[in-house]
């Protein structure tokens, strides 16, 4: 049996203002092709399907279109879609009826009978080959929230929520290990951040309470596979567990990951194989090396980039290295961009200061040994290379002045 686990879409998504559908589409097109090429019999989504609870129109329609298109042309595709801490788990389960008489499985959220107890139906999805005979048993647990969560009496040393999160797995994964028969395996699903898991510099949220609270990977050893979602760096903190990571860079800090999905292959209920298959890059990121404003614009002038639409453009982001503010920058970088099939995403400036606090320097003084404009000075200096310009300086005062008058 064919799995292809992937996650972390977040369709909807902007970079820096600039929409994404165009490098969406192209995902899609390439992952359905990529299904019917390599005949995955399962596909597995492991979460932030959209980008925010609240996503634009056009973002479901690319969903349900996906969808429509795998099942008209793979009738025998299982298909298994959990939440993340992007999605909105009540907006995911409103179709799950509906999407459940077409054989896909959408969950959003977990759900209780009226005395508590977890309702593990819904969650546990029967995976079959393509001779149709249940190959596999999918424990499909959507990101959990500390409201999902009911903890037995706690141990000394233990985390509620870490604990909480644990016994929702241990139920449904027994659960899945009981209606499990000889050869057929068992896969968890879930959203979530583990211990030893890398995180992204820019793009993911830290979940149920931060790095604190990074879950343990053991939750999830009664498990043949592992398929997890909210890291966008493709990773496996431990042996038969695996983030596949984000199929397009979410952030500027992400243009150089091995954006990819998972291919894994089980014969007799055990993990047999797994191939890593790289997503092609619809748009590329440009990441110029942090320099001055005149190497930049230099730099920029000197791109020679082929014609394209404008959606297939790349992004550009410019990083400088200032001795002090200077004025007009971002005009001053358009003014270069014009005419090129490139899109400006951001602008990082840094300073050279000296980065040093009042209280850092070696000569230590008490703030109340300084006068406003020495303070002043000084606090440019942390930022900025240099002394104050004349009138920055006169026109510090002159507010100081006003606000003394005030006072009075």
């Known amino acids: 049996m064919k799995i292809l686990h992937t996650a972390d879409w977040h369709l909807g998504h902007q970079l820096h203002g600039h929409e994404r559908r165009f490098e969406h589409d192209a995902f899609l097109d390439w992952l359905t092709d990529t299904i019917k090429t390599r005949q995955i019999d399962a596909l597995l989504v492991a979460g932030d399907l959209f980008d925010t609870a609240n996503p634009p129109a056009s973002a479901w329609q690319q969903l349900y279109r996906f969808l429509a298109r795998l099942r008209a042309e793979m009738p025998r595709l299982n298909m298994v879609l959990i939440g993340g801490n992007h999605d909105s788990p009540s907006k995911l389960d409103a179709p799950h009826e509906l999407l459940r008489a077409f054989d896909l499985h959408l969950v959003g959220s977990i759900s209780r009978d009226g005395e508590g107890r977890l309702e593990t139906d819904r969650l546990l999805v029967p995976l079959q080959d393509r001779e149709g005979k249940v190959a596999a048993w999918c424990a499909a647990v959507p990101f959990l929230r500390s409201s999902d969560l009911r903890v037995e009496p706690l141990e000394e040393g233990q985390d509620r929520l870490i604990e909480g999160v644990r016994q929702i797995y241990q139920e449904v994964l027994a659960q899945g290990r009981a209606r499990c028969e000889p050869g057929q395996a068992l896969i968890a699903m879930g959203h979530a951040y583990l211990a030893a898991g890398q995180l992204s510099e820019l793009s993911e949220r830290r979940v149920l309470g931060g790095n604190q609270h990074a879950l343990p990977a053991d939750i999830f050893a009664t498990a043949d596979y592992t398929a997890l979602g909210h890291l966008h760096l493709a990773q496996s903190p ?130 109340d040994e300084l006068s406003p404009t020495e303070v002043f000075r000084l606090c440019y200096q942390r930022q900025f290379e240099g002394e104050p310009a004349a009138e920055l300086v006169a026109s510090f005062e002159e507010i100081l002045e006003q606000v003394k008058e005030s006072n009075t």
Do not use: W
């Not at 930049?296 to 791109?303: D, M, S, V």
């Not at 014009?338 to 606090?357: C, F, H, M, N």
């Open 238 to 367: 431990a042996e038969g567990v695996h983030y596949s990571g984000s199929p397009l860079p979410l952030s500027l800090a992400e243009a150089n990951y091995n954006h990819q999905v998972l291919e894994v292959r089980f014969e007799g209920g055990k993990l047999a194989g797994l191939e890593r298959i790289p997503v092609p890059r619809a748009v590329e990121m440009i990441r110029l090396p942090q320099s001055t404003l005149e190497e930049a614009l230099t730099a920029i002038e000197a791109l020679s980039l082929p014609d394209c639409p404008q959606e297939a453009q790349p992004f550009l982001e410019v990083r400088l290295l200032l001795p002090k503010p200077e004025a007009r920058i971002r005009e001053r970088i358009l003014a270069v961009m014009a005419g090129k099939p490139v899109r400006l995403a951001r602008i990082s400036t840094q300073y050279q200061g000296s980065g040093e606090g009042l209280a850092d320097g070696r000569e230590r003084r008490r703030l």
